[in-house]
């Protein structure tokens, strides 16, 4: 099945939504094709933050030190529940748009996925600073990128028309908000990291011939402009 999803790489919750979605669909038996689109959520991001992740993240917006931390933390446990070590204490943000191009470049390459998850692991877990050349070169190699072809993309406008044409279908066409932003079978969307059985749920209705059904749409976590953090469940 294919399934479109729009991300960013230091987004958490777009790494915790791949993860519970490629879980889902394994127990349930179902392949995914999955067409990763570019968001960026801080294009006017510089290549690195002078101050820490924490520091940032309250200033942004408009939390305690305490309360971002506790949020961190919060969000690691859930992490760790899909298999990811996020050591939030070292996370180390930047400006994706490069990360996004290589991306791009992977998956002209059939590594869009590999490049994806590459990438998630290396801010996440390795507190890599994912906006330097350096490191973007080397996640490429991880993956098995040929070294003269990412000098060239990096070193040019090579697949920024990508980026873009990914953020303005959606900005203006779906309307996107927050991230993830998941469409299924280019028919069912669904925005946020969904509880299994939501993302259970989708799968079958996109298989099925039945005519489309209202998907409830719970509170799915995502990160925006203005938070990222986890929702009330009420």
Not at 27 to 47: K, N, Q, T
Not at 108 to 126: I, P, Q, R
Not at 131 to 141: F, K, P, T
Request: aromatic share 8%; with cysteine; net charge negative.
């Amino acid at each position: 099945m294919r399934v479109d999803i729009w991300s960013d790489v230091v987004c958490p919750f777009c790494y915790i939504g791949k993860k519970r979605l490629e879980h889902v669909a394994n127990d349930a038996g179902i392949d995914l094709d999955i067409i990763w689109h570019s968001f960026e959520l801080d294009p006017d991001a510089p290549i690195k933050h002078d101050s820490s992740n924490t520091e940032r993240l309250a200033k942004k917006y408009g939390r305690t030190i305490e309360q971002t931390v506790e949020t961190q933390k919060n969000i690691a446990e859930i992490a760790a529940s899909e298999g990811i070590e996020f050591n939030w204490e070292k996370a180390n943000s930047g400006n994706t748009f490069n990360a996004h191009r290589i991306i791009h470049l992977a998956q002209s390459k059939g590594l869009g996925n590999e490049a994806e998850e590459a990438f998630f692991h290396a801010y996440m877990t390795e507190g890599l600073a994912i906006g330097e050349r350096e490191i973007i070169e080397d996640i490429a190699s991880r993956i098995g990128l040929d070294h003269n072809e990412v000098d060239y993309v990096l070193d040019s406008e090579e697949f920024a028309d990508f980026v873009r044409h990914d953020e303005k279908i959606a900005h203006e066409q779906l309307k996107v908000t927050g991230v993830p932003f998941f469409v299924f079978d280019q028919r069912l969307a669904l925005s946020g990291a969904q509880p299994p059985e939501v993302f259970l749920q989708v799968l079958q209705q996109a298989l099925s011939t039945a005519p489309k059904q209202e998907i409830e749409n719970a509170q799915g976590a995502v990160c925006n402009d203005d938070s990222c953090e986890i929702p009330d469940q009420k």
